[in-house]
């Protein structure tokens, strides 16, 4: 076999030869020519820069909307916009997000549009996009949520995908169907039943003005109706207050005795059962006066039955009855 020929010079030592590369490997972006002289960039200025890690929990679009608003109260003389966010938003990348950075071919940024479409293509896939898609198609409305909070919900879920690809029209749509019956129906009211005659551009600020003025709505009464409306199968949700505040009570009474450094007595726990005769969850048995009425009644009613039902045993009864042997004329004791 033939040797096999070694490019270098064969002088070298094994020691220069593993020693690292002291070369650096150029920059992804490529910077645009300027007629300045310098660019002076302080610490401070780096400081304040958004940080972006390239985690999943992060979105690249508020970064990069924190970012150029970041650098709109930057003014450098002779640099245009584009060369000094090209030069500021390396600062702005850590951890993942950097290497990620890094790894890109030398010289394939050339622009603020390029580097905008390989970053959010990097930490704004495809995948994603179609959750947030489906999040938004898929909107709901709770029953005890506002409906003030529902729409600023909704917004959210649109500004956190902005390429979701939804028209207006179809975003009021996705969300005119997502509230409840109650909620649509003070839409229709608000606009004299003509909420789907307005066009795409009216019905959104019809929904932004309805967002902004049921802020000041007053929901106190509404909640206290609802706390005791029956649920679904004919059942009450009964409040804990009573059982909550005999725990309270117990539990004071403890830490006095801790404090006086007396014995603790346990009181025993009780069930409060609810009236059966006025079906309230509010009203309890053991303090319903008809109850304990009601409870007397029968016992006093069979009993007066059952005296109806036996022979008459006084002192005028036509059949032979024990008081009979006490009366003087029929003794029969000799004199």
Same mark, same amino acid.
């Given at each position: 076999?033939g040797e096999r020929i070694e490019n270098g010079d064969?002088?070298?030592?094994?020691?220069?030869?593993?020693?690292?590369?002291?070369?650096?490997?150029?920059?992804?972006?490529?910077?645009?020519?300027?007629?300045?002289?310098?660019?002076?960039?302080?610490?401070?200025?780096?400081?304040?820069?958004?940080?972006?890690?390239?985690?999943?929990?992060?979105?690249?679009?508020?970064?990069?909307?924190?970012?150029?608003?970041?650098?709109?109260?930057?003014?450098?003389q002779r640099f245009s916009d584009e060369s000094v966010?090209?030069?500021?938003?390396?600062?702005?990348?850590?951890?993942?997000?950097?290497?990620?950075?890094?790894?890109?071919?030398?010289?394939?940024?050339?622009?603020?549009?390029?580097?905008?479409?390989?970053?959010?293509?990097?930490?704004?896939?495809? #995948?994603?996009?179609?959750?947030?898609?489906?999040?938004?198609? *898929? /909107?709901?409305?709770?029953?005890? @949520?506002? !409906? $003030?909070?529902?729409?600023?919900? #909704?917004?959210?879920?649109?500004?956190?995908?902005?390429?979701? *690809? /939804?028209?207006?029209?179809?975003? @009021?749509? !996705? $969300?005119?169907?997502?509230?409840?019956?109650?909620?649509?129906?003070?839409?229709?009211?608000?606009? *004299?039943?003509?909420?789907l005659n307005l066009t795409r551009k009216e019905a959104?600020?019809?929904?932004?003005?309805?967002?902004?003025?049921?802020?000041?709505?007053?929901?106190?009464?509404?909640?206290?109706?609802?706390?005791?409306?029956?649920?679904?199968?004919?059942?009450?949700?009964?409040?804990?207050?009573?059982?909550?505040?005999?725990?309270?009570?117990?539990?004071?009474?403890?830490?006095?005795?801790?404090?006086?450094?007396?014995?603790?007595?346990?009181?025993?726990?009780?069930?409060?059962?609810?009236?059966?005769?006025?079906?309230?969850?509010?009203?309890?048995?053991?303090?319903?006066?008809?109850?304990?009425?009601?409870?007397?009644?029968?016992?006093?009613?069979?009993?007066?039955?059952?005296?109806?039902?036996?022979?008459?045993?006084?002192?005028?009864?036509?059949?032979?009855?024990?008081?009979?042997?006490?009366?003087?004329?029929?003794?029969?004791?000799?004199?």
């Amino acid at each position: 076999m033939g040797e096999r020929i070694e490019n270098g010079d064969p002088s070298r030592t094994l020691r220069e030869l593993f020693a690292p590369i002291t070369t650096n490997t150029p920059s992804c972006i490529v910077l645009s020519a300027t007629n300045a002289t310098h660019f002076d960039l302080k610490p401070n200025v780096i400081q304040v820069l958004p940080a972006f890690q390239g985690l999943e929990n992060e979105d690249p679009y508020t970064h990069v909307k924190s970012f150029l608003e970041m650098c709109d109260t930057f003014r450098f003389q002779r640099f245009s916009d584009e060369s000094v966010r090209l030069r500021l938003f390396p600062f702005s990348l850590h951890g993942r997000a950097k290497t990620w950075l890094h790894s890109n071919m030398p010289g394939s940024i050339t622009s603020w549009e390029i580097l905008l479409s390989k970053f959010y293509n990097k930490f704004f896939s495809i #995948f994603r996009i179609n959750e947030c898609r489906r999040e938004i198609s *898929g /909107f709901s409305q709770d029953e005890e @949520v506002k !409906f $003030f909070e529902s729409w600023e919900r #909704f917004k959210e879920l649109t500004m956190k995908c902005p390429p979701h *690809g /939804f028209e207006t029209w179809r975003l @009021v749509q !996705f $969300f005119y169907n997502g509230l409840t019956q109650p909620q649509r129906n003070m839409i229709e009211s608000m606009n *004299g039943g003509g909420f789907l005659n307005l066009t795409r551009k009216e019905a959104y600020r019809l929904l932004d003005e309805l967002s902004d003025s049921s802020q000041r709505w007053d929901f106190s009464s509404r909640q206290g109706k609802s706390s005791a409306s029956p649920k679904k199968g004919g059942l009450y949700e009964v409040k804990d207050d009573a059982d909550i505040r005999r725990q309270l009570k117990d539990l004071m009474r403890k830490v006095e005795a801790i404090a006086l450094n007396k014995p603790v007595i346990e009181v025993d726990t009780y069930q409060v059962d609810v009236c059966s005769l006025r079906a309230s969850p509010m009203h309890f048995a053991q303090n319903c006066p008809s109850l304990s009425t009601f409870a007397e009644h029968p016992t006093e009613q069979v009993n007066a039955f059952n005296d109806h039902r036996k022979p008459i045993s006084g002192h005028f009864a036509k059949t032979y009855n024990p008081w009979w042997r006490n009366h003087p004329n029929f003794s029969w004791k000799q004199n």
